[in-house]
């Protein structure tokens, strides 16, 4: 039976469409698609560098990358509205996934230790989680601009696994990217790959398209 249960938040959690995706759109509707693959691209070189030059917020890995872009594209550099964006985007657009609710609630009542680990900005996402009273079920946080790092970095695992008691086998991770299965490997414990559309792209020790399934796996793990 898992006693602790760590989780990603966006795509996990809660859905919402991507700040690029936002950014691109904003920058020339009419080549959204290109500006926002180059973006994407951009961000992620500089995301998943395992030794950058110094650590880069979310916000300001947007700003970033909307200059360059703004450059690339030759078109109107919105960078300085990247906050105003990201936050935008959050409040305005995300929602809970509806098994999200459920499975905190039934997680907690089985006494289960839950865990937030996330790549993201806390001023955002400590408010976003406060305002859709998501807050009061994590025991602890994790986020990047906090330690300072992203999944899956060495900082990263090593704050996560002060988290972690012994059985080690009793613990999951539950996230939807590669970063989140990477993490869960170099902590030691298991991990669940969750797609709602059943469309599995990287190696997890569980795939489930709903967060219910965790309780199966939880007999399995027995």
């Known amino acids: 039976m898992f006693h602790t249960v760590f989780f990603d938040v966006g795509g996990t959690l809660i859905a919402g469409e991507?700040?690029?995706?936002?950014i691109a759109r904003e920058m020339d509707?009419?080549?959204?698609?290109?500006?926002?693959?180059?973006?994407?691209d951009e961000f992620m070189k500089i995301y998943l560098d395992p030794k950058p030059a110094r650590f880069y917020s979310i916000k300001e890995?947007?700003?970033?990358?909307?200059?360059?872009?703004?450059?690339?594209?030759d078109v109107a550099d919105i960078s300085g509205r990247a906050v105003e964006i990201y936050r935008r985007n959050h409040f305005d657009n995300d929602y809970i996934f509806d098994d999200t609710l459920p499975t905190?609630?039934?997680?907690?009542?089985?006494?289960?230790?839950?865990?937030?680990?996330?790549?993201?900005?806390?001023?955002v996402l400590l408010e976003q989680l406060e305002l859709c009273g998501l807050m009061r079920y994590f025991e602890a946080t994790i986020i990047s601009n906090m330690v300072q790092a992203y999944k899956p970095s060495d900082k990263t695992v090593a704050e996560a696994l002060k988290h972690c008691r012994e059985p080690k086998d009793g613990i999951l991770l539950v996230g939807d990217t590669e970063v989140d299965m990477q993490t869960a490997r170099k902590m030691k414990i298991k991990s669940a790959l969750i797609n709602r559309n059943g469309h599995f792209k990287h190696e997890a020790d569980y795939y489930i398209k709903d967060l219910s399934e965790i309780f199966q796996l939880k007999e399995n793990n027995n």
Not at 18 to 22: M, R
Not at 29 to 40: D, K, S, W
């Open 104 to 123: 905190l609630n039934k997680l907690r009542s089985d006494n289960v230790k839950i865990i937030l680990i996330s790549d993201a900005d806390a001023d």
């Open 61 to 73: 890995l947007l700003a970033l990358t909307a200059k360059m872009a703004a450059e690339h594209f």
């Open 29 to 40: 509707g009419f080549r959204e698609e290109e500006i926002f693959r180059y973006l994407v």
């Open 18 to 22: 991507s700040s690029l995706k936002v």
